[in-house]
């Protein structure tokens, strides 16, 4: 009969008597890492949530654009109604004796805000109220394009009063 060293024996997972350990715990230490299933598992929710990231970041991006036409329309469309009103009553009466309407296209140069191919479009009208003329009623809008091909526009237009009174008198009395 061979004589058995114990303490090799014991590393190995024998001893003189037979198995030490239970058929569960070996197959328990055998088996290290993660199940087909369960890898499938983690790389599924993790390829969701990746996804979902993704398409949060698109939609960040898209309300961020919206957001910078419409302030770029907003501020075009604020800044020709006060550029007509700041006019002397004189020119008033020399160029809208009558209500005239138009639509303009922005110059590149005005703005960089949109799509080079697309300009936008700046609206503007002056109304004259009463008889003798007293005062004229400005409008301006803005239409700008959009990535799909269709145009937006702001809600309302800005609409401002301007009176006959000659507010710059004062400065020519010293």
């Not at 090799?8 to 003189?16: K, L, M, Q, V």
């Not at 609409?159 to 006959?164: A, H, L």
Request: aromatic share 12%; with cysteine; net charge positive.
């Amino acid at each position: 009969m061979k004589n058995i060293d114990t303490d090799n024996a014991r590393s190995i997972g024998h001893t003189p008597q037979g198995w030490c350990l239970k058929d569960r715990q070996v197959r328990r230490l055998n088996r290290r890492g993660f199940t087909l299933i369960e890898v499938l598992f983690a790389s599924s929710i993790s390829l969701l949530l990746l996804l979902s990231l993704l398409e949060t970041m698109s939609g960040a991006r898209r309300m961020a654009a919206n957001v910078k036409w419409r302030l770029a329309a907003d501020a075009l469309a604020f800044d020709t109604a006060w550029a007509y009103f700041n006019e002397q009553t004189a020119w008033f009466d020399a160029n809208f004796s009558e209500a005239q309407a138009k639509w303009e296209t922005v110059p590149v140069e005005r703005t960089s805000v949109w799509f080079e191919n697309k300009p936008a479009s700046l609206f503007w009208s002056v109304t004259p109220l009463g008889v003798p003329t007293t005062n004229w009623i400005i409008r301006t809008n803005v239409q700008w394009p959009l990535p799909n091909g269709g145009y937006a526009r702001l809600p309302k237009d800005y609409v401002i009063e301007r009176s006959r009174i000659d507010r710059n008198l004062f400065r020519a009395t010293k």
